[in-house]
């Protein structure tokens, strides 16, 4: 088993930032790769970027290029989401998510998911 907690959440104004973290433990993978979702109230959730654990490639929605950056740090088994010049309509609840195939986009190709954290960017 993999448990996934995230922090770094909180209320924002339009133009800032925040950088989300998802710690790691339990059974830890060399392979694979973890990724952060979305879920805005009343939608759907949504794919926002992965990282490939064993090299640390990135794989970004597009919508999120630009202005967020996903990373990961081995030796602390966490993986970061920085998010610059956020938008009203970034907020949501994000997910970290980590599985065994790298750079996936799709929620159902990953076998752990941490709680969520809430991310609120107000106008």
């Known amino acids: 088993q993999v448990q996934l907690v995230e922090s770094g959440g909180g209320l924002v104004q339009a133009g800032g930032s925040l950088r989300l973290s998802c710690a790691a433990s339990?059974?830890?993978?060399?392979?694979?790769?973890m990724a952060w979702f979305r879920q805005a109230p009343g939608k759907e959730r949504d794919f926002v970027a992965a990282?490939?654990?064993?090299?640390?490639?990135?794989y970004y929605a597009d919508s999120m290029k630009g202005r967020f950056t996903i990373s990961r740090d081995k030796a602390k088994k966490t993986v970061y989401l920085q998010m610059n010049s956020l938008k009203p309509e970034d907020t949501a609840v994000y997910y970290c998510a980590a599985g065994f195939r790298m750079l996936a986009t799709r929620q159902g190709l990953y076998d752990y998911w941490g709680q969520g954290t809430q991310v609120t960017v107000s106008s």
């Open positions: 339990g059974r830890t993978f060399s392979s694979g790769g």
């Open positions: 990282v490939s654990w064993s090299d640390g490639s990135t």
